[in-house]
């Protein structure tokens, strides 16, 4: 209450009337007065603060609806005041205002579980108002289209009473404001749970869509109208096809790698329905187009000169080929005991590449000859090295040590020992060759023993001396997709989850780099999920 002292009021009438005997009650009646006036001067502060505090409402692209630009400030102002409140609410001195104290702490209370809610609606929002932008989305996803248009309307109705009042004290307490933006929080819920089981069945039905984020994903099929939207994320789906050739009746003829070399698909591709499935007829056809060239290439190989051949060919044929002829050839040579004989043939046709290769040649077959260069000087060494060990059977351990390849029943086959693996047939384009060492051979034959007993592998060794290079070296010569997955601190077994759902769909191989780094407690998720694989191949599930 409003104390005004008389004018008449002095010090010496206080005296005449004794007030000097009650020194310690008007001490205490003065203290408590002053505490309730300084709970009072920090309410009114709190309210007159948040007077002048707006929401700084913005149109969005050409939506004809709003945003509201996140300030930081707000935040902490909000939790400093409802701190600050909580604190009065505990004061001993608080009960001349308790019921204002505990009307502007809900007030706060309210407005802050507004702004959470607010500010979690527009996120999700400003990420699925593009993707429901499209035709194609709203005509594959008819549900969760209508669940979008209902929160759309109530996001709208939002924004246009933030763009009305943009007082925030004013504005947020309303508890019906507070029930809308939970009502469309959870529409938004629904629909993205929705839209993540949609991508789920587009990556059961090509699995390699599992190595693409949902972005990447949602950017494919929102453009189902457009084939050719697929030919930026072609080199996540496959180990070297960055782009395909469309026709102008939109059939798909050729497909061409990163180095621009070009092969020819032996049966033209229509992309008609859904791009999962003309995808996994993009995959089928690259896989029979290799291994038909590969089979023309072998018959060929007989026919034309090996200078010839090896320009005519894709480099991957022609790497894959020679590597057929050159196992046939000493497998031939330790029958008739004759590899010295054998040893003088590889020396000359390692002459003759050599001079090829300083000549004038097209970028295309210079590459093929680099990469193929590699292989043949490691065939040369282990021949020397089977002439070193006087071997002169097909079944020596030094000789069926070594990856060989085999063309049997229409397909090309490559053995180690006692494992024999299928060629994948994988395009891989006109990339460079790892050179082998005899550590890279005892690496290959490791693993190689290890994917036949159906295990994984762990090289180890320092930084930098090849182990990543080695693994992917070995898909190439498998023809296998290899996919490099950079393990990190901040990954989830989730994401492990959803990766390893991929690889084992797909038939792909996995490098694993600085898997030391994933967390502990990710690390035994991620353990139990691998032994899950292997069982499984053990199993042939």
Known sequence: MPVRPKKDLTFSKCLD?????????????AEKAGKEFSIEQQLDKMENE??????????????GTFIIKTSEEISQMLDDHIVATQSMSFSPFKKAFEERIAAWENKLKITQEVLDEWLACQRSWLYLEPIFSSEDIIRQLPVESKRYQTMERIWRKVMKQAKDNPEVISLCPEARLRDNLREANKLLEQVQKGLSEYLETKRMAFPRFYFLSDDELLQILSQTKDPKAVQPHLRKCFENITRVKFEDDMRI???????????????????????????CEIERIMRETLRQIIHDALEDYLERPRKLWVQYWPGQVVVAGSQTFWTRQVSQALEKKDIQRYHKQQLSELDELRELVRGELTDNARETLKALIVIEVHARDVVINLIEEKVMDVNDFEWISQLRYYWTDDHLYIRAV?????YGYEYLGNTPRLVITPLTDRCYLTLTGALHLKFGGAPAGPAGTGKTETTKDLAKAMAVQCVVFNCSDQLDFMAMAKFFCGLASAGSVACLDEFNRIDIEVLSVVANQIATILRALCLRV
């Open 418 to 422: 006692n494992a024999e693996f299928r």
């Open 17 to 29: 009337m004794g007030l000097q005997k009650y020194i310690d009650m008007i001490s205490k009646v």
């Open 50 to 63: 948040w007077k002048s505090v707006r929401f700084d409402v913005l149109p969005y692209k050409q939506t």
């Open 253 to 279: 003829s050729k497909m061409y790698s990163a180095e621009q070399e070009e092969v020819a698909f032996r049966k033209d591709i229509y992309p008609v329905g859904n791009v999962e499935d003309w995808m």
